[in-house]
């Protein structure tokens, strides 16, 4: 299993991970993106690719909080 992580402290809230992602896990949240439904991932790896702030990791395994 997948998980999208974002690191809050580097994501600049561009929103260009939202429209990216096949399976819309992604949702703003106080200006940044949030993996809302981040057990839905399929590890695409897309929403990487498009983050310039390098604030997305794909992860194996079933959530929490990680820190790139």
């Excluded at 896990?25 to 993106?33: G, I, L, R, W």
């Excluded at 439904?37 to 498009?50: F, L, Q, S, T």
Aim: hydrophobic letters at 35%; charged letters at 20%.
């Amino acid at each position: 299993m997948f998980v999208a992580v974002v690191n809050w402290n580097k994501c600049t809230g561009c929103g260009d991970c939202i429209p990216v992602c096949p399976v819309k896990c992604f949702v703003m949240s106080d200006d940044k993106c949030w993996a809302y439904d981040a057990a839905k991932c399929i590890g695409c790896g897309g929403c990487e690719e498009v983050c310039h702030a390098d604030a997305i990791g794909i992860s194996e395994g079933f959530g929490g909080q990680a820190r790139r």
